[in-house]
């Protein structure tokens, strides 16, 4: 039988709707909630409204239900697909892959590959490009897709620096990273995230100016000579420095593409305003 391979994310990867469209590729939204009201993540909410309920109500989030899940993946079986692979937000910072690989278990007529990215934001983002453009553009069959996907997650790294640690520790994702002190001096810590995909302090700098110069030496250093990359800088209303720091990148050659954009809903819920980050893609070659 023909593989009918379908990408299925969630709305963490910050690929907007247009990515989406253009490429065929399934989104699920986690959800943002009020006391009062929910919203589901970057279709009936904007960073913007966000931002300006924080001042009333710092609201709380949510991953997609199992019956939600499910909806997609039955909606995928009903249009002809005869497998799924579907890349979501690391499992150490939200159990949107717990859900889906309950439902992957449980549902039949179609085969599911639960992949746990360890990441988030556009490093989510890239893998599911990347998981695409296999469809798309290669003869690889399912599994061998699903291997060159696992072994991609090696050539992706997320860093981020936040203007607080305030909202990273009321939505519980402060992970590994330590902040008390070092929030009194100042010192910015610059977050990456482990193997465990979870997120912890890959250094420390005093300041905000210093935290962006570093993060900029972090990435330029990363880069090995001979390869070509793909560098991504997202923000938090935070536009001028980040915009900023991608004109820096721009200047560098091995630097192939760049992509500019804020990051969705839910990560501004756990972020605050004043994040600035960045992924380095290596380019297969």
Not at 75 to 90: D, E, R
Not at 202 to 221: A, T
Not at 258 to 265: A, G, L, N, V
């Amino acid at each position: 039988m023909e593989e009918k391979i379908a990408i299925v994310t969630d709305s963490t990867s910050d690929l907007t709707q247009s990515d989406l469209k253009a490429n065929g590729i399934e989104s699920i939204p986690l959800k943002v909630i009020y006391n009062e009201q929910q919203f589901h993540d970057r279709v009936d909410i904007t960073p913007a409204e966000v931002y300006q309920s924080f001042e009333d109500e710092i609201p709380t989030t949510s991953m997609p239900s199992p019956q939600e899940i499910m909806d997609v993946y039955n909606n995928l079986k009903a249009a002809g697909y005869t497998h799924i692979i579907s890349i979501h937000i690391s499992s150490g910072l939200s159990a949107t892959y717990s859900n889906c690989m309950m439902v992957a278990e449980q549902i039949e007529g179609i085969e599911v590959a639960v992949v746990d990215s360890k990441m988030l934001s556009k490093g989510l983002g890239r893998l599911v490009l990347y998981a695409n453009s296999l469809v798309k553009e290669t003869e690889l069959n399912f599994a061998e897709i699903v291997n060159k996907i696992e072994a991609k997650k090696e050539k992706i790294e997320v860093f981020f620096v936040v203007k607080t640690l305030k909202y990273l520790k009321k939505g519980g994702r402060i992970g590994k990273v330590s902040g008390t002190i070092a929030e009194l001096l100042n010192i910015k810590p610059i977050i990456a995230i482990d193997a465990e995909g979870e997120y912890f302090t890959f250094d420390k700098i005093r300041g905000r100016k210093r935290s962006l110069k570093k993060m900029y030496s972090i990435i330029k250093d990363k880069m090995t000579e001979g390869k070509e990359y793909v560098v991504d800088v997202m923000n938090a209303a935070a536009e001028e420095e980040a915009q900023t720091l991608l004109a820096k990148f721009k200047k560098l050659t091995q630097i192939k593409e760049t992509y500019f954009s804020e990051i969705s809903p839910v990560m501004v819920v756990h972020t605050g305003p004043g994040l600035i980050g960045v992924v380095l893609t290596e380019i297969d070659q």
